[in-house]
Structures are given as structure tokens and as C-alpha cells.
């Protein structure tokens, strides 16, 4: 999740900062809506935390020092170089910046180590740091260096690993910020990484069971298309040469032949829009619900994605409850963190509802 922080005046005239936690600026928008309505605020600015790259050099030396850092504005990026001593060539926000993916492998390989070193009782604050620098994903070390540095200014462990959902996943983050906030961090990161292991094979699994019934259909598919294009063009060419008679049937495939070739490009067009109309809307904070109930509904297959969320709620709600007595946040985080859509909606939609008006529990 991206980070934004929102600048503006009380009612009273005082000045209002903070900052929220969402996936895009019109998410933000939204969030920043409910607070005003809720505070009777008036929020002025909003700004998106965002990666900076910077040249600069040291009084009297003339060799360029290359950088990158995030910020909210260009000028909090100026501000902090010159009071670090540095004079400024260039600043410029950086927008050709490619996400690279982490494999959950790294991210449980971070977990495991760190258990391991608290067991050996580390300081966290030096355990970020040895990794961070040993690390070889870019993307994992830079994710791990912010969580560092906002640790050590005094952020809350929640906020700060919750802006890093979509690298370490939200499992993790929500099992790592109570981590952060209780007296048996090691045993926790113990756990997750033991979970996300077992995840990480279960996984495995699936993909190479699903991967010769895929490659069979698209082998399938591809002769087929072979077939029409190109092979039976040349048998329809070589038959009507010498004016021989064609069934019915043959005579209908070699003019679906023809059309084929004669309109190649409307044909591609009606193939992949239906599939790229399809995956747009299953992206979309509907489609995923839609995706996710289709996904447990599979057979075999659906009732373990099914039982694995399950755990996962059942993981961050005992974590979570064992030293809280306020149970419908903690079924709502929980909720959030079992990684399916459909489920999380129900919890939230159908079970909080009727725990809240006919005290079930």
C-alpha cells in the first residue's frame, strides 16, 4: 500500500497533519472524506509518499554523489540534503521505477533469520540492519531498510508494516506488527515462517499438478489453430486445382479458413478482448470477491485454498484476541488477513451483523 499524508486546519484554526494508508490516490480521497466528515476538519493538501532520485556533491569537492529517497515533496528532499551538508545539482521524482516481485521464498527466509537471531537475543534494530545489507532482491532490502528507518523514528509497528502488504503479503505483516508489539517476537516469526513454508509448498504443489493438464490444452489449442491457418489452406488450395468434389463439412472449414485469414485482425480483437475484459473485472475490488468464491468452490482443490484461509484467520485472530478483549476489530483484522475476499466480505457483512444485533457468538 502506498503512504499519504494529508495537511489541513481544524475548525479551530490549528494546524492538522497525518498520514493513511491506501492502495491509490482515489482510495486516499475516500479515507480523507470520512475523516473530514467525522472531524469536522478541512483538509488543504495530499500528498503520496514517493521515490526521489537526487545528484549532489560535498562543499569543494566536485565528484556528483548519485541517490534515491522517498518523500512526500520535492522540497522535504531539498530540505533534508542542505542539512546534511550537501549542496544540490538535481532532484527529479522518480517514475520509471519498475515493482519487482519478491518470491515468497526470500520474504521466508527474512522471517526464519530473524527468529533465529532473537532466539540468539539480537537487537531487532541490528538484525534489520545485518539483513538489510545482505540481502540481494532489491525491492525485499529496500522494503526492509524502510521498515528500519520508521522503526527507529517511533512509528507504530501496525502502520509501518502494513504499508508493505503487497511485498511481504498481509499475513505476514499483520502477524509481524503484532510481533512488534509483544514480548515473544521470536516465537511469532518462529510460526509465520513455519505457516508461510508450508504455504509456499502447498502452492508448489497445485502449480506443478496444474501445469501438464495446462500445457496439453494449449498444446491442444495451438495445433488447432496450426491446422486452420496454415495446413488446411494448402489441402483446400490443392483440392479445388483439380475441381474435386468436397463434403459439405470440409466445404464449411476451408470458408471458416478463409475468413480467418481474410480477417485476422477482428478475429485476435474478439479472442483477447473477452479475456482482458475478464481479468479487468476479476482485478476490481468486486471481481476478486467473484474470483475468490469461484476459487473455493473448485473441487479437490478448492476445499484446501478453503482450510488454508481458515487458518490464517485462526492464526491472526488468536494472536490478536489472547490480549485484547475488543473482538469485533480483531475479527475484522483477522478477517482481512486470511487472503480471500469472499470469505473476509461474509465475516464482515453477514457474521459482525449478526453478532452485533442478536449477541451470537
Not at 480483531?330 to 465475516?347: F, L
Request: glycine share 6%; proline share 4%; charged share 25%.
Amino acid at each position: 500500500m502506498a503512504e499519504f499524508r494529508y495537511q489541513g486546519v481544524t475548525l479551530a484554526g490549528k494546524p492538522l497533519r497525518g498520514t493513511i494508508l491506501a492502495p491509490n490516490r482515489l482510495a486516499a480521497k475516500k479515507k480523507i472524506d470520512e475523516i473530514v466528515a467525522e472531524h469536522r476538519v478541512r483538509v488543504q493538501a495530499l500528498h503520496k509518499r514517493v521515490h526521489f532520485v537526487y545528484k549532489v556533491r560535498r562543499p569543494g569537492n566536485q565528484k556528483i554523489i548519485d541517490g534515491e529517497i522517498t518523500a512526500y515533496t520535492p522540497e522535504e528532499v531539498r530540505e533534508s540534503l542542505v542539512r546534511m551538508g550537501y549542496q544540490i545539482v538535481q532532484i527529479r521524482r522518480n517514475f520509471f521505477r519498475p515493482k519487482l516481485g519478491v518470491p515468497q521464498k526470500e520474504v521466508v527466509v527474512f522471517i526464519r533469520l530473524c527468529a533465529d537471531l532473537l532466539r540468539e537475543q539480537f537487537p531487532y534494530d541490528e538484525i534489520l540492519s545485518m539483513l538489510a545489507s545482505d540481502m540481494e532482491n532489491p525491492r525485499l532490502r529496500e522494503t526492509v531498510m524502510e521498515i528500519h528507518k520508521d522503526l527507529k523514528m517511533g512509528k507504530e509497528g501496525r502502520q509501518v508494516f502494513l504499508r508493505h502488504a503487497d511485498v511481504l503479503g498481509k499475513f505476514t505483516v499483520y502477524m509481524l506488527s503484532i510481533a512488534s508489539t509483544s514480548g515473544n517476537m521470536a516465537d511469532i516469526y518462529e510460526n509465520t515462517a513455519k505457516f508461510l513454508e508450508r504455504s509456499s509448498e502447498f502452492k508448489k504443489n497445485i502449480r506443478s499438478t496444474l501445469f501438464m493438464p495446462a500445457f496439453v490444452v494449449l498444446a491442444a489449442v495451438g495445433a488447432l489453430v496450426f491446422y486452420v491457418m496454415y495446413i488446411f489452406p494448402k489441402i483446400a488450395g490443392m483440392l479445388l486445382k483439380y475441381n474435386i468434389a468436397v463434403p459439405p463439412m470440409t466445404a464449411a472449414t476451408m470458408q471458416v479458413s478463409e475468413f480467418f485469414q481474410n480477417n485476422i485482425i477482428w478475429v485476435m480483437l474478439a479472442f483477447l478482448s473477452p479475456i482482458i475484459a475478464t481479468v479487468s473485472y476479476f482485478r476490481s475490488e468486486k471481481g476478486r470477491v467473484v474470483w475468490h468464491r469461484i476459487l473455493i468452490s473448485i473441487p479437490v482443490i478448492g476445499k484446501l485454498i478453503y482450510k488454508t484461509s481458515l487458518e490464517v484467520f485462526a492464526r491472526v485472530f488468536h494472536a490478536l484476541y489472547s490480549g485484547s478483549g475488543e473482538n469485533i476489530e480483531v475479527i475484522k483484522i483477522s478477517s482481512e488477513a486470511c487472503g480471500n475476499r469472499y470469505i473476509e466480505k461474509q465475516i464482515k457483512d453477514i457474521v459482525i451483523p449478526a453478532m452485533l444485533r442478536e449477541g451470537r457468538s
